[in-house]
């Protein structure tokens, strides 16, 4: 069974950095693409970044880009969300998932972590 476990989460100001962390067991996950969601608040989750766990694809959302970084580290099964020059708006609960599929959407992710909350202050 697929299980995901995220840390790093926490308060900062605005301006400031985390890095995000999602342990994975389970399984292999040669082949499978391992993202990272976020839910405000009264919003729907919204696709953060996401990487390919075989090639090291690395795909953004628009809003992250240049600031977020996501890596892996295939020895150690963990996913990494290297998060710099936070703003307010990423305020959330971020999430940590896995899909068999090269997917952008939650919808494409069958496995998912129990979130960790990340507080940006300004």
């Known amino acids: 069974q697929v299980q995901l476990v995220e840390s790093g989460g926490g308060l900062v100001q605005a301006g400031g950095s985390l890095r995000l962390s999602c342990v994975a067991t389970?399984?292999?996950?040669?082949?499978?693409?391992m993202g990272w969601f976020r839910q405000a608040s009264g919003k729907e989750r919204e696709f953060v970044a996401a990487?390919?766990?075989?090639?090291?694809?690395?795909y953004y959302a628009d809003s992250v880009k240049g600031r977020f970084a996501i890596s892996r580290d295939n020895a150690k099964n963990t996913l990494y969300l290297q998060m710099n020059n936070l703003k307010p708006e990423d305020t959330a609960v971020y999430y940590c998932a896995a899909s068999t599929v090269v997917g952008l959407s939650w919808r494409q992710y069958n496995d998912w972590g129990q979130g960790t909350q990340v507080t940006v202050s300004s």
């Open positions: 990487v390919t766990w075989t090639f090291g694809n690395t």
């Open positions: 389970g399984r292999t996950f040669s082949g499978y693409t």
